[in-house]
């Protein structure tokens, strides 16, 4: 995941990016599709250096995802995102992860992380300090748990 | 950021700067402190320099051998290049939105950097242009030669306070255009403005009537003071210094209370364009198509970038119209569009993707290709801006001979793709972190730009003037002969960039510093 070029727009991205990695034609449905789940489809032909922090984030989670790819990284995807875009996010991680692609998400925030998926690494000073299946990070246990080990 | 004007607050302007001064070299580490440094003493060096040796040279008055009509000539144009420092300072102001910036808008925001802080900073960083420098060294030693080595110490002090109070006229006028253009309807009152300036000045050059007014210009007074100095004449010298100086405290005063104004009004041209909506067009055809109408979008939609575009097409076109420019003078003004354009945005061409470079560097594209597409867009951008000038220039050149006509087009050519070759160089060698969305930003930080600015005006200038010799002796042959060589070197650098940016993890060090 990575930011935007500032005086493109949304769409001359996902033309960029459909010619770039060889998208099979009809890419357009499923990047009209993309844009409507993040809300961004009235935003579609903007300039995106006009864009709030929140709808830079949610065309970069889109950008990422657009072209299903085998490995899905995504660093700290729910910054500064309302909750359609955090919905819509799950949403995009979900499908990754039905279709077999492996998932990393960096966040600071527990309860989406839960959320997101199977398998959580604590990392702390840059150093991985546990490895924990997302169940045991669930509720007030999980989250007493997750301030132990960053404590 | 405080915003409102008060006396609390003009007090405290002057008190901010020395902390965003000492914030500012803080983030100099290394061997870019030293640099810094050794660049500082160096243009103190060559301004020293500048301001004494001329007095040494034949011809100098008060030399031995010389004749007094060498440095009697240079004496009648010294208020005329006076008046061409405050017209070079005006442009440079107002073409950068009010000068540059000590601390960058974004990096800003935490702090409370009041408007007038913000003008102290930028008329701090005013002289750190090769434009400025260039035209300071040039005044100061046309002084010393016509002045001569008697009393030049005194001589040069209305010089230096004329080069103060010029750089903070141009602020103030630089703010005001900026309150101007901030209106509603602002930007075509300044584009009106602007040709109705032109067409002024087109009228006293068809009629003969610029060097009469030029004659009458009141920066003779500063010409006579430095002659008063000379001559130990200090009631006359007293009169003007004191005068410059109170000229020089209202330019300050009146360009920080104008930069309050500014700060009240949103930046419309910017914000409409950053937020505009654009047509989608059809699916690229190509890989390459794609990647340049990326490129040219950073460019061309780029507010600050279309503006020095312009000035740099159309400045350097009227200088040569006023001037009525022969064909084979003209082969050095391709350089200086050149050298200009890439200033804008060239020497740090990665920089107009922002963040959005890491994204493109995760796009499965061969790297040469990213690198191809940049070039081809730096060069058509600087090319388009040479021919403007060049057509502009050529209006009263008359008709030229094949001759000067293949050794301009090769001049154009050559000095382009050495341009472009150097940029992308400099580009992929030392990245920079720059928001390019504010007109006052510069792709590199200013020390680094008068560093860049000095080495391609050298480079041009030279490598123009070598083409004069085959337009003046009617040789096209040789021109063309000539240009092989240029154009074959600066191939050769661009092979030598493409081959750096194959390696990854120079890539991506480019795209994390430009991202960041």
């Given amino acids: ?151 | 950021m405080p915003t409102a004007a008060s006396w609390a607050e003009a007090r405290r302007a002057p008190a901010d700067l020395l902390p965003l001064l000492r914030f500012r070299a803080a983030t100099l580490r290394g061997r870019a402190r030293w640099g810094a440094a050794v660049a500082l003493v160096l243009i103190g060096g060559l301004s020293v320099a500048a301001a004494w040796i001329p007095a040494l040279l034949p011809g100098a008055a008060g030399s031995r051998g010389g004749t007094a009509v060498e440095s009697s000539e240079v004496l009648l144009l010294l208020p005329s290049a006076y008046l061409g420092v405050l017209a070079v300072a005006i442009i440079s102001a107002v073409a950068s939105a009010g000068g540059r910036e000590l601390v960058a808008r974004e990096e800003a925001v935490a702090f409370p950097v009041s408007p007038g802080t913000d003008h102290l900073g930028a008329l701090l960083l005013a002289p750190l242009n090769i434009a400025w420098l260039l035209q300071a060294w040039s005044v100061l030693g046309a002084t010393a030669y016509a002045i001569g080595p008697r009393g030049l110490l005194a001589a040069q002090v209305p010089v230096l306070l004329w080069l103060a109070v010029a750089t903070a006229l141009a602020q103030a006028v630089a703010w005001a255009a900026e309150w101007v253009r901030r209106h509603r309807h602002g930007a075509w009152v300044l584009r009106a403005l602007t040709l109705a300036l032109a067409a002024v000045a087109g009228v006293l050059v068809a009629t003969d009537r610029l060097v009469p007014l030029l004659d009458g210009a009141p920066t003779v007074h500063v010409a006579l003071a430095a002659l008063y100095g000379s001559g130990g004449a200090w009631v006359g010298w007293w009169r003007v210094v004191v005068f410059l100086v109170g000229l020089g405290v209202a330019a300050v005063l009146t360009g920080a209370a104008l930069a309050y104004a500014v700060a009240l009004r949103p930046a419309r041209d910017e914000l409409r364009v950053e937020s505009s909506v654009r047509a989608a067009r059809p699916n690229p055809a190509g890989d390459l198509v794609a990647l340049l109408r990326t490129d040219r979008a950073g460019i061309w939609r780029s507010v600050p970038l279309r503006r020095g575009l312009a000035l740099l097409a159309v400045l350097p076109g009227l200088v040569a119209l006023a001037g009525g420019l022969d064909w084979s003078t003209l082969c050095i003004l391709p350089g200086l569009v050149a050298s200009g354009g890439a200033l804008l945005f060239g020497v740090n061409a990665w920089c107009l993707d922002g963040r959005g470079a890491l994204w493109r560097e995760s796009l499965p594209v061969p790297p040469v290709l990213a690198l191809y597409s940049r070039a081809l867009v730096l060069l058509e951008v600087l090319l388009v801006a040479t021919c403007l000038t060049l057509v502009l220039a050529a209006l009263r050149a008359g008709l030229p001979t094949p001759a000067e006509l293949v050794a301009v087009g090769c001049a154009a050519v050559v000095v382009t793709v050495q341009v472009v070759a150097t940029s992308l160089r400099w580009s992929v060698r030392r990245p920079f972190g720059v928001d390019l969305r504010n007109a006052r930003a510069t792709p590199a930080p200013p020390l680094v730009m008068v560093g860049y600015s000095a080495r391609l005006a050298l480079s041009t200038t030279l490598t123009g003037m070598l083409f004069t010799v085959p337009a003046r002796y009617g040789a096209a042959g040789w021109a063309v002969l000539l240009a092989v060589p240029f154009v074959l070197l600066s191939a050769y650098r661009l092979a030598r960039v493409a081959r750096a940016w194959g390696d990854p993890v120079v890539r991506a060090r480019v795209a994390v510093t430009v991202a960041s």
């Fill in chain 1, 1 to 151: 995941m990575g930011g935007l070029v500032p005086r493109a727009t949304p769409w001359e991205h996902l033309q960029l990016a459909a010619r770039l990695r060889r998208l099979p034609a009809g890419w357009e449905r499923r990047a009209r599709d993309l844009l409507e789940r993040f809300d961004l489809g009235g935003a579609a032909h903007r300039v995106t250096a006009g864009f709030s922090h929140g709808m830079g984030r949610r065309m970069s989670v889109l950008l990422a995802a657009f072209h299903d790819p085998a490995v899905l990284l995504l660093d700290e995807p729910f910054d500064g995102v309302d909750p359609l875009g955090v919905e819509a996010t799950l949403e995009v991680v979900a499908d990754a992860r039905a279709r077999g692609a492996a998932v990393l998400v960096s966040t600071h925030l527990r309860e989406l992380a839960v959320e997101a998926c199977d398998q959580a690494v604590v990392l702390r000073g840059g150093c991985a300090v546990a490895q924990l299946s997302a169940a045991q990070m669930v509720g007030e246990e999980g989250a007493r748990a997750y301030r132990g080990l960053l404590g």
